[in-house]
């Protein structure tokens, strides 16, 4: 399990510095745009924290773009993920032993569960 959450700190290193790096061409003063769609489908028994960390910072500013989509897949004996304030979960698939959730940015804090 420890390679799994050094690789999940490198990943979320990875999105803080892109929502805080340089901008897009010279003096241009503009950003990459954020990321539209992400996948996060990690190992069943990833500890809770961990995927925390992951979703915490998707929903740092900068890193999602507007309008995005966050799908995460998790087991349905897992608990529902943690959301940051930032991202807020709109549905939940459950397909057998399978759950995906579906969260978008969000000013607002997000809701205690999204139900099944």
């Known amino acids: 399990m420890r390679v799994t959450a050094e690789t999940a700190e490198r990943f979320s290193a990875s999105l803080a510095t892109r929502a ?46 507007d309008g995005a989509v966050v799908v995460v897949e998790r087991s349905t004996r897992t608990p529902e993920p943690a959301w940051p304030a930032g991202l807020a979960p709109f549905a939940r698939k459950d397909y057998g032993e399978t759950a995906v959730y579906y969260a978008e940015p969000s000013d607002t804090p997000p809701s205690d569960s999204v139900g099944a």
Do not use: C, K
């Open 20 to 65: 805080s790096g340089p901008a897009t061409g010279a003096g241009s003063g503009v950003r990459a745009p954020g990321l539209d769609l992400v996948f996060l489908d990690p190992p069943y028994d990833l500890a809770e924290d961990v995927l925390a960390l992951v979703l915490t910072h998707l929903a740092t500013p900068g890193v999602l773009a």
